[in-house]
């Protein structure tokens, strides 16, 4: 059994540019959430795809933005990076019957300078 | 709308002594509690999860958990800890038909001594 995955693991970009973050989700599992993870805190929940549909977001402005294809796979978006940008973005998945257990991938660390 | 606090920032420990690590929650809806390690540099791992049934829960690595629910309380606990179990955990809540979504604590430092 595959587990999440996610691409690339680190990244440098400057103010104003933006990124694209990759995830795979565990086999099995039709739902992607993301997370933003700041230096020192806990993370926090961007949105969640199911069925490729966003089904939640949380406290993020618009650009941040994502996408969930037929495979389940699913994409972050950022534009206009900020340097509060700066973070580790961590993709989760879930199956729709228990949908409330969630399994991490080992995150994509950026910064933005 | 759920919030997690966890009690403390940093708990460091002598090898093979008990440790307990807080996290108290508040929530309008009856939740999910979850814990979570994250070794540097890498992503979260699952310890345990209360989801409904017997309040005590046992993870892995030896870990436990007591769902209090008076109390909005599911401090973890292992009974020995080794210096391998040095690592920052992550108490986490989701509201019931929520859809999974996790809200965090800050998390506690667990910092494991020989």
């Known amino acids: 059994e595959t587990g999440v995955t996610q691409s690339p693991t680190h990244l440098i970009k400057t103010r104003g540019q933006q990124v694209t973050l990759r995830c795979s989700s565990q086999?099995?599992?039709?739902?992607v959430s993301w997370y933003q993870q700041a230096l020192g805190q806990g993370p926090q929940f961007i949105f969640q795809y199911y069925r490729e549909e966003e089904n939640g977001r949380g406290n993020f402005p618009p650009r941040f933005s994502g996408l969930q294809f037929p495979n389940y796979s699913s994409e972050l978006n950022v534009n206009a990076l900020e340097l509060d940008d700066s973070a580790l973005y961590l993709c989760a998945s879930s199956s729709r019957d228990s949908q409330e257990t969630q399994y991490f991938g080992p995150g994509t660390r950026l910064l933005v300078l | 709308a759920q919030s997690v606090t966890q009690l403390d920032s940093q708990v460091p420990v002598f090898e093979e002594a008990p440790v307990e690590l807080r996290c108290n929650y508040s929530s309008s809806v009856s939740v999910y509690l979850f814990w979570y390690v994250q070794y540097p540099n890498q992503g979260l791992q699952l310890l345990l999860k209360y989801l409904s049934g017997s309040t005590l829960v046992k993870g892995i690595n030896g870990f436990e958990a007591e769902f209090n629910k008076s109390q909005t309380s599911f401090h973890l606990r292992k009974p020995s800890v080794h210096i391998s179990d040095t690592a920052e955990y992550f108490c986490?809540?989701?509201?019931?038909?929520?859809?999974?979504?996790?809200?965090f604590g800050q998390g506690t430092e667990l910092s494991v001594k020989p």
């Open positions: 086999s099995g599992h039709n739902t």
């Open positions: 986490a809540v989701s509201g019931y038909n929520q859809g999974g979504k996790l809200i």
